[in-house]
């Protein structure tokens, strides 16, 4: 159980970058054209009207070009998914073993499977959406992050985000077989969408968009009952994406699809390491897709180094 909430501390510390993106003027930075983008690319993830998972490469090539989709049909009910986390796929003979959060029916579920090489759900394996526990129905967004060091030696960290319909971020650590709330951050409700850009040792950053245009970063120390600090990184512009979604670009840049639901349209964006107004962002362009589907998410690998921030 969470013994304290952060409240009106956190939500000052973040007032700042909200203010500053809401109150002075845009300050557009020109591409930093030693950024070396073709060789990055996203896994992206979809669940289906009809439940199925998808999953295609979107690389940023000039133009952006797209793999192949893959659809792995039956992982959930039709309509079933109301939010999905970030799934994490480990290779596994010639397929795939799968995992990752969702919300089902106003629960948090532990969701697994595998596929075998032609992408379809293995049945010499089981498929699981082993329930966590209700009360989900009011979040906008849910996300997990897995922090595996690659020194053994060092202690891992699986941690859970959620925003709740009036803007509260809250926190949780897996401690476990149970997760522990860690604290919470109030008066967010300006924030639309939060992706991760950067994991370490000590703390987890987000790249956030808010409802009047601005672009920060949100760096949220690991800490139990830490406060997280909001930096502006641009003004204006940023308003009409309903989902940011993000992957290592480079040696410390981050590869940023923003998806606009009203015109079911995504552009694709490398990002510089974050330096508030100083980021690099470079523009690649429109994604040369329909964003059709009821929820977009991410395929990360089993060691997943975000380097952001």
Known sequence: MLRKTVGLASAGALALGLGLAAGS??????????????????????????????????????????????GTANV??????QHTTTFVGTPLLNGESRSGLTVLGGALHSSSYVVDGQSQIDPHYPKNNLRIGGGWSGYRWVEQSIHRPADAGSPSRTTLYGQQTDGTVRRWVADGTSWRRTGSVLGLSRVKSMTLISRTATYETFLANTRSGGLLTVRWPTSYLSVPKGTAVRDTTWQGFEQLIATKCGVNGTLLLAID??????YLYAVGHANGRNTVIKGLGKVPMTFSDPQYFRWAPKYDTLVGD
């Open 25 to 70: 003027q845009a300050q557009a930075k020109p591409a930093d054209t030693s950024a070396t983008t073709a060789a990055c690319a996203l896994r992206l993830g979809s669940v289906t009207a009809n439940g199925a998972h998808t999953s295609r490469m979107i690389n940023a090539t000039a133009p952006i070009t797209i793999g192949g989709v893959r």
């Open 76 to 81: 959930f009910q039709p309509g079933q998914v």
């Open 261 to 266: 639901r009203d015109t079911q349209s995504g």
